[in-house]
């Protein structure tokens, strides 16, 4: 009977590892894509972990400092912990409107090149002369790779790795597929990824400006009561009085709702970004 009750034990296990190991794994691939799409490609999690429990732990103890409260100190550390997030957050966004705005060009020049008659590593590498500034040494990469006599579609899978960009993503695409199957159209299809990425750029910045204001009502939301806090607290009377129960609870609930409001509003003020559904072929 115990080596029955073993055997279904061990057989369990393993079963739970089949399935929480490959999530973990899909987890960690997520996060590592989202770090990349924020320009962190380079940055290994274990740096960029420290790096938050850094910042949380200094806004915490920023936060106690400023407003004297028991509650404050744990609740600032949870602010400090989200505060890399919306930073992250913040410059992923503008780095992909900044990706949206030069892509046509990069795309352009790729395309012109192939219709003079250039071969495609040529093609690709003279669009080197135009990209940002943060994309120079992962084109460089690429140009070198490919001098080199590298295989065309590892090259091309380590630019989207580095770039991580959902543009990025459909032009590596039809490169690769262009030269695997031995595809002619390839200047027509960019051509007309051009034009798409141009439309959607536009449209996307006159509903972002007009969007705007609720990006920023939703930060003034978040900072002006915990202003009006800081004030309050500045008096021994009121620091008695938010440090008994009711007033932590008190504390407590509003930077609850504090939160989520700021969510909503984030959520109301910020369009959707195409998912990258092509990038099945980059390895983690």
């Known amino acids: 009977m115990g080596a029955e009750v073993v055997a279904c034990g061990v057989v369990l296990g393993l079963g ?56 404050i100190a744990p609740l600032g550390f949870l602010v400090g912990s989200g505060i890399p997030i919306i930073a992250l957050a913040s410059a992923r966004d503008r780095r992909r409107q900044r990706a949206r705005a030069l892509w046509p060009d990069v795309i352009d020049t790729i395309r012109v090149a192939l219709r003079s008659g250039s071969t495609l590593t040529d093609a690709v590498t003279t669009a080197a002369t135009i990209v940002p500034r943060e994309w120079r040494s992962a084109w460089t990469e690429l140009e070198s790779n490919l001098r080199r006599g590298s295989d065309v579609d590892s090259a091309m899978r380590r630019l989207q790795r580095v770039l991580a960009d959902p543009i990025a993503d459909r032009v590596v695409e039809s490169i690769v597929v262009a030269r695997e199957y031995g595809g002619t159209a390839l200047p ?5 990824l051009g034009r798409s990425v141009r439309r959607d750029s536009a449209m996307r ?7 705007s204001w609720v990006r920023h009502a939703a930060t003034l939301g978040v900072v002006s009561p915990w202003i009006v806090l800081a004030l309050l607290a500045s008096r021994p009377e009121n620091r008695e009085a938010y440090s008994t129960m009711a007033g932590t609870l008190l504390i407590v609930i509003s930077a609850g709702v504090t939160a989520v409001a700021f969510i909503i509003m984030r959520a109301l ?16």
């Open 188 to 192: 027509v299809v960019l051509a007309q």
């Open 205 to 211: 910045q006159e509903a972002q400006t007009r969007q």
């Open 269 to 284: 003020g910020t369009l959707r970004e195409p998912a990258r559904w092509l990038i099945g072929g980059l390895s983690d």
């Open 16 to 71: 739970l590892s089949l399935v929480v190991i490959p999530a973990r794994n899909r987890r960690r691939s997520r996060v590592r894509t989202w770090f990349d799409e924020a320009g962190l490609s380079g940055v290994s999690l274990a740096v960029i972990g420290a790096v938050m429990a850094t910042v949380a732990l200094i806004a915490g103890a920023l936060a106690a400092t400023v407003i004297p409260l028991p509650s």
